[in-house]
């Protein structure tokens, strides 16, 4: 058992550099593999863990990302035992900067560049799983490209409510055959994937399964031909695009936060890009620490 | 001593799978396995970071020795059931087999490594997919047009064998979604 650089032993490594590139050669198909016990709880992202661990090498320099942010208690948690299990490695918090990129939640805002590598930590990986109860029902789903009752589910959505009540987590097919669960990224993610130039790699650690969608392949969320697919508009009373309270930019993914006694706060929820566009890359808790709250 | 193990070292493993990573990612693209190779055979060396005794294995024109095939730790199996084979790129393939997964299982389809490629020579294959922005032209060498062949009757994706060339210390991959003509 050779428990040096990654932590995981020679077995796992090698199932899971086999599991990888079986994802690729099959985009958005659920390879299954034995997810090894992590020294943190399964739900908390050991699916992406197990991927980071697995392909990182000691030139890398890895980003860990959290809800947009690096500095939350499950990124800075993940990055430290990738950090100490990988000596040499190198991390950051500069999307422009890191080749490897963990993340849960979001796909950066700053566009991603060959050479990079993306790799998600997914909670649930199918996206049968809210129509059919069934693994082995879900299995003969995707195997017969029936996706039927998903876009009943849709179609039962635009009745109820005149839209899509899918917020995130928004299927999508990859490659003209498998429809794939993005992990619980926005809507507004979901079209980065399409066409990216890097490679995607997701990890289900509790659900024992991998995917991919690799560099340059079209990735269509389902949707009507009538109603297309719309992202999160983040429009005010007025009609007019929300800026962020920080940086003031009109083009990113906003978080709402809500003020006592006043209107709610937007403001960007990838704080490295925030953070560059307020001329202080690399110090996203910038204003915090320097000019108060 | 030490560059003959090259193949077998840990750390090397972990650069050559990400290489092969970044080339089975994007079809077409030839990689450098740089000095992990020892100066030996670059397939091997590939082989080397993906099987152990929980993967099976054909050597099906025997290029490896015994010992090379004993220290892979890969179970020995014929090749129309084996997760890896090895062959000999200039050699006739005639009606061989390999597993093509099932659409249960599309992940059970072969990983083919064609040895004796003459990466950069040869006929001009346009290439298109998934991994290509577009498209891109490669020219392989030395490979018998049977193996051509016997992917066009292999591949059906999802089904399909997926195929890495290698020569000198190069390879090129291409997964069984790769479009090879115009």
């Given at each position: 058992?050779?428990?040096?650089?990654?932590?995981?032993?020679?077995?796992?490594?090698?199932?899971?550099?086999?599991?990888?590139?079986k994802a690729?050669a099959i985009p958005g198909y659920q390879v299954?593999?034995?997810?090894?016990?992590?020294?943190?709880?399964?739900?908390?992202?050991?699916?992406?863990?197990?991927?980071?661990?697995?392909?990182?090498?000691?030139?890398?320099?890895?980003?860990?990302?959290?809800?947009?942010?690096?500095?939350?208690?499950?990124?800075?948690?993940?990055?430290?035992?990738?950090?100490?299990?990988?000596?040499?490695?190198?991390?950051?918090?500069?999307?422009?900067?890191?080749?490897?990129?963990?993340?849960?939640?979001?796909?950066?805002?700053?566009?991603?560049?060959?050479?990079?590598?993306?790799?998600?930590?997914?909670?649930?990986?199918?996206?049968?799983?809210?129509?059919?109860?069934?693994?082995?029902?879900?299995?003969?789903?995707h195997a017969?490209?029936?996706?039927?009752?998903?876009?009943?589910?849709?179609?039962?959505?635009?009745?109820?409510?005149?839209?899509?009540?899918?917020?995130?987590?928004?299927?999508?097919?990859v490659?003209?055959r498998y429809?794939i669960?993005?992990?619980?990224?926005?809507?507004?993610?979901?079209?980065?994937?399409?066409?990216?130039?890097?490679?995607?790699?997701?990890?289900?650690?509790?659900?024992?399964k991998l995917y991919a969608?690799?560099?340059?392949?079209?990735?269509?969320?389902?949707?009507?031909?009538?109603?297309?697919?719309?992202?999160?508009?983040?429009?005010?009373?007025?009609?007019?695009?929300?800026?962020?309270?920080?940086?003031?930019?009109?083009?990113?993914?906003?978080?709402?936060?809500?003020?006592?006694?006043?209107?709610?706060?937007?403001?960007?929820?990838?704080?490295?890009?925030?953070?560059?566009?307020?001329?202080?890359?690399?110090?996203?808790?910038?204003?915090?620490?320097?000019?108060?709250? | 001593?030490?560059?003959?193990?090259?193949?077998?070292?840990?750390?090397?493993?972990?650069?050559?799978?990400?290489?092969?990573?970044?080339?089975?990612?994007?079809?077409?693209?030839?990689?450098?396995?740089?000095?992990?190779?020892?100066?030996?055979?670059?397939?091997?060396?590939?082989?080397?970071?993906?099987?152990?005794?929980?993967?099976?294995?054909?050597?099906?024109?025997?290029?490896?020795?015994?010992?090379?095939?004993?220290?892979?730790?890969?179970?020995?199996?014929?090749?129309?059931?084996?997760?890896?084979?090895?062959?000999?790129?200039?050699?006739?393939?005639?009606?061989?087999?390999?597993?093509?997964?099932?659409?249960?299982a599309p992940e059970?389809?072969?990983?083919?490594?064609?040895?004796?490629?003459?990466?950069?020579?040869?006929?001009?294959?346009?290439?298109?997919?998934?991994?290509?922005?577009?498209?891109?032209?490669?020219?392989?060498?030395?490979?018998?047009?049977?193996?051509?062949?016997?992917?066009?009757?292999?591949?059906?994706?999802p089904?399909?064998?997926?195929?890495?060339?290698?020569?000198?210390?190069?390879?090129?991959?291409?997964?069984?979604?790769?479009?090879?003509?115009?």
């Amino acid at each position: 058992m050779n428990q040096g650089f990654g932590f995981l032993d020679d077995l796992a490594v090698r199932e899971i550099r086999r599991g990888l590139l079986k994802a690729l050669a099959i985009p958005g198909y659920q390879v299954p593999y034995a997810s090894r016990e992590m020294p943190v709880a399964r739900g908390f992202g050991t699916g992406g863990l197990q991927i980071s661990l697995a392909i990182a090498l000691p030139r890398d320099r890895l980003k860990v990302i959290d809800q947009g942010a690096d500095d939350s208690v499950n990124a800075v948690a993940l990055r430290r035992f990738i950090e100490a299990s990988c000596p040499g490695l190198e991390t950051t918090t500069r999307t422009v900067e890191a080749t490897l990129i963990q993340t849960r939640h979001r796909i950066p805002e700053q566009p991603l560049s060959p050479g990079q590598v993306m790799v998600y930590q997914v909670p649930y990986p199918d996206p049968l799983q809210i129509v059919e109860p069934s693994e082995s029902r879900r299995r003969r789903c995707h195997a017969h490209g029936d996706y039927a009752r998903l876009w009943v589910r849709l179609y039962e959505d635009m009745v109820r409510f005149n839209e899509v009540a899918i917020s995130n987590r928004y299927p999508a097919r990859v490659a003209g055959r498998y429809v794939i669960d993005p992990s619980p990224i926005p809507r507004f993610d979901v079209l980065k994937l399409h066409q990216s130039p890097v490679a995607h790699l997701f990890g289900a650690g509790r659900e024992k399964k991998l995917y991919a969608v690799p560099p340059y392949t079209d990735v269509e969320p389902l949707a009507f031909s009538d109603v297309p697919f719309a992202v999160e508009p983040f429009r005010d009373a007025t009609g007019a695009r929300r800026t962020c309270a920080r940086c003031g930019a009109a083009d990113t993914y906003l978080d709402e936060l809500p003020q006592v006694g006043a209107a709610s706060r937007w403001q960007c929820n990838d704080l490295d890009r925030c953070a560059e566009r307020l001329g202080y890359p690399g110090d996203s808790d910038h204003d915090e620490h320097h000019a108060g709250p | 001593m030490i560059a003959l193990d090259h193949p077998w070292l840990a750390d090397g493993q972990r650069v050559v799978f990400r290489t092969v990573l970044e080339a089975w990612a994007r079809p077409g693209c030839v990689v450098n396995l740089g000095p992990w190779t020892g100066g030996g055979s670059p397939a091997l060396t590939v082989l080397a970071a993906l099987c152990d005794a929980g993967t099976t294995f054909c050597d099906l024109h025997h290029q490896l020795s015994k010992g090379e095939r004993g220290r892979l730790g890969a179970l020995a199996a014929p090749a129309e059931e084996a997760a890896f084979v090895l062959a000999d790129a200039s050699m006739d393939p005639g009606d061989l087999t390999l597993a093509r997964g099932t659409l249960l299982a599309p992940e059970k389809g072969a990983t083919l490594v064609l040895a004796n490629v003459a990466i950069g020579n040869g006929s001009e294959q346009i290439l298109s997919g998934p991994g290509i922005d577009g498209h891109v032209d490669l020219r392989l060498g030395g490979i018998h047009p049977q193996w051509w062949t016997a992917r066009e009757r292999w591949c059906e994706f999802p089904l399909g064998v997926d195929l890495v060339f290698c020569s000198g210390s190069r390879a090129v991959c291409l997964p069984r979604h790769t479009r090879i003509g115009a």
